[in-house]
T-cell receptor, first 115, second 114 residues
Framework: DSGVTQTPKHLITATGQRVTLRCSPRSGDLSVYWYQQSLDQGLQFLIQYYNGEERAKGNILERFSAQQFPDLHSELNLSSLELGDSALYFC??????????????FGPGTRLTVL | AQSVSQHNHHVILSEAASLELGCNYSYGGTVNLFWYVQYPGQHLQLLLKYFSGDPLVKGIKGFEAEFIKSKFSFNLRKPSVQWSDTAEYFCAVNANNAGNMLTFGGGTRLMVKP
């Protein structure tokens, strides 16, 4: 157990719908990262927040957005869902040390299925 | 942009065999390197990491990796695998000037036959 929690574990929804995925960091971690794992794209970085502010953006679609709240938990919002959005969404958290030596610890993931 | 290649997509070994999984990255500057493991149905767990210093890094569960800067490689090794090592292994790179985001390789699925 990494100490990072994600809810829900599974989510099944229909195309066009909107969902929210939630991540709670390990105690003391200020940074939250979201990754998407799909069969065709592999593991891809989506977005990072540090202490409530957006820090870095990766291959995140405009239909997707995220935020980090004052209690440091984060939510990833996915809207206008398409079949291709079906994937495993991981949250990772870290202390937030700059310079790349920060170790990320991953949550159990949310498996999203869009029908 | 940085990229990570894992050449072996699927590896099948018998118990007690030695393991080496390849990882190459493309980035000319300073990098931090990681290996993560994903057991069936579970989340990614950190096996080991390299930031600086001794290029031979030891991790958990008997795994080690060697950073060879001239070859842009960070191969994972284990002298004797066990059935419980059956999992998917991911190499990841963070470039110092790219914030803390990780770029992952495509993963290697390892199956260890008892």
């Amino acid at each position: 157990d990494s100490g990072v929690t994600q809810t829900p574990k599974h989510l099944i929804t229909a195309t066009g719908q909107r969902v929210t995925l939630r991540c709670s960091p390990r105690s003391g971690d200020l940074s939250v990262y979201w990754y998407q794992q799909s069969l065709d794209q592999g593991l891809q970085f989506l977005i990072q927040y540090y202490n409530g502010e957006e820090r870095a953006k990766g291959n995140i679609l405009e239909r997707f957005s995220a935020q980090q709240f004052p209690d440091l938990h984060s939510e990833l919002n996915l809207s206008s869902l398409e079949l291709g959005d079906s994937a495993l969404y991981f949250c990772a958290t870290s202390r937030g040390v700059a310079g790349g030596t920060d170790t990320q610890y991953f949550g159990p993931g949310t498996r999203l299925t869009v029908l | 942009a940085q990229s990570v290649s894992q050449h072996n997509h699927h590896v099948i070994l018998s118990e007690a065999a030695s393991l080496e999984l390849g990882c190459n990255y493309s980035y000319g500057g300073t990098v931090n390197l990681f290996w993560y493991v994903q057991y069936p149905g579970q989340h990614l767990q950190l096996l080991l990491k390299y930031f600086s210093g001794d290029p031979l890094v030891k991790g958990i569960k008997g795994f080690e990796a060697e950073f060879i800067k001239s070859k842009f490689s960070f191969n994972l090794r284990k002298p004797s695998v066990q059935w419980s090592d059956t999992a998917e292994y991911f190499c990841a790179v963070n470039a110092n000037n790219a914030g803390n985001m990780l770029t992952f390789g495509g993963g290697t699925r390892l199956m260890v036959k008892p």
